[in-house]
């Protein structure tokens, strides 16, 4: 169930009660793809940093470690020891990023395995069938990615396609929760809007895809080559289409600044691999900004990433040790970024809930906003 416990303008501060408890929105779902966050980051730590959501991904876990081995081992909660709400995604974002490697058709994509090179199929029935056997806790449907550069023909071809998906995904995904051994038979479905960046395009498909009563809906199809700004018209345009008392996901998105935009434009749930990326490459968010711990500056600088910070990294190292541990290649230098980064996103996104419960959102965007603009050591941290 979806509830609504505050709006400021189109922006919306609410919960969504799961299997696996109840999800706190506006949300950041904390990218752990092959059911690891990269970093050497474990659950327990996920946990300690107050992570709502973990997302992984379809495709991969299917490749390796397959995803029958993960059912036999009792589902994705137990398999990587998460008690926590867990999104799969549906592998559709593959049809885009391995372009090279797959055959497109009605009944779904051929893929060449990019780790060994074999033949591998998913449609929608196979995206329902793997995500059913992760026992995640919501399932994405399957849908095609176009490029954001796509000719209009193309696009309208895919987005009808991506309805026909849907319309699968929904009536496999039933049938698999009705099973005696499917292990979660409450497992959620969120439909994806596509579209690439034509507004009718956009509104067509997300009225249709309304009409199917998902779980939740998805914005798919942004961040991947348009600029920001088009990526902000295209929300405005879009969710007023998508169901209100439905929650909606922004997918693949992104800076904080981005987040703080797309909230006040009625998004909801969240996803990003920059956190843990820049983590590991020294790339650290403050409210001030962003710093690159590889730049000599700190080599000397015996303070935290940020004064108040109660991440693990900022409450006992310094910006000199970890850039030390950095520069040698240590493990610990990018585990603790990543924490950082992490638990820098999850407590704005509490900020963010708190300030829409007061009804100060606006003002609460335009101070972070300011705040991160110049940059802690000189580039912009937005």
């Not at 962003?290 to 990433?305: C, T, V």
């Amino acid at each position: 169930m979806y509830k609504i416990i505050r709006t400021e303008g189109r922006a919306k501060r609410a919960l969504l009660q799961t299997v696996h408890g109840t999800i706190q929105t506006p949300v950041f779902m904390n990218v752990g793809t092959l059911a690891a966050i990269k970093g050497a980051v474990s659950t327990q730590d996920l946990e300690n940093i107050n992570t709502q959501v973990e997302l992984s991904n379809t495709y991969h876990l299917h490749v390796r470690p397959g995803d029958q081995v993960i059912k036999k081992l009792g589902g994705l909660h137990k398999f990587m020891s998460w008690n926590r709400p867990i999104l799969t995604d549906s592998g559709g974002f593959q049809v885009f990023s391995l372009a090279g490697l797959r055959r497109i058709r009605e009944e779904g994509v051929y893929f060449n395995s990019h780790i060994d090179g074999r033949k591998i199929f998913m449609g929608p029935e196979e995206s329902m069938q793997i995500q059913s056997n992760l026992a995640s806790t919501i399932a994405m449907a399957f849908d095609e990615c176009p490029s954001s550069v796509a000719d209009r023909s193309y696009v309208e071809q895919s987005a009808a396609r991506t309805y026909r998906w849907l319309e699968r995904c929904k009536k496999e995904l039933a049938r698999l929760n009705s099973l005696e051994d499917t292990i979660n038979k409450n497992q959620l479905l969120f439909g994806i809007n596509q579209g690439a960046v034509y507004d009718d395009i956009r509104i067509d498909h997300a009225r249709r895809i309304a009409e199917l009563e998902c779980d939740g809906y998805a914005i798919g199809g942004l961040a991947v080559g348009e600029s920001h700004e088009q990526m902000y018209h295209v929300l405005e345009e879009t969710v007023p289409y998508l169901p209100s008392d439905k929650p909606t996901y922004l997918m693949g998105v992104g800076t904080p600044a981005n987040i703080l935009e797309a909230v006040e434009r009625g998004v909801d749930f969240f996803d990003c691999v920059y956190p843990t990326r820049n983590g590991r490459h020294g790339h650290l968010y403050t409210n001030r900004g962003k710093i690159n711990l590889f730049n000599a500056q700190y080599e000397l600088d015996d303070r935290p990433i940020e004064e108040g910070c109660g991440c693990p990294a900022c409450a006992r190292y310094s910006r000199a040790y970890i850039r030390h541990l950095l520069k040698a290649k240590e493990m610990l230098g990018m585990r603790l970024c990543v924490l950082h980064n992490l638990y820098f996103y999850n407590t704005m996104m509490e900020e963010i809930r708190t300030a829409l419960e007061c009804g100060e959102f606006a003002a609460y965007k335009k101070r972070k906003l300011e705040g991160m603009q110049a940059g802690a050591d000189g580039g912009s941290g937005l």
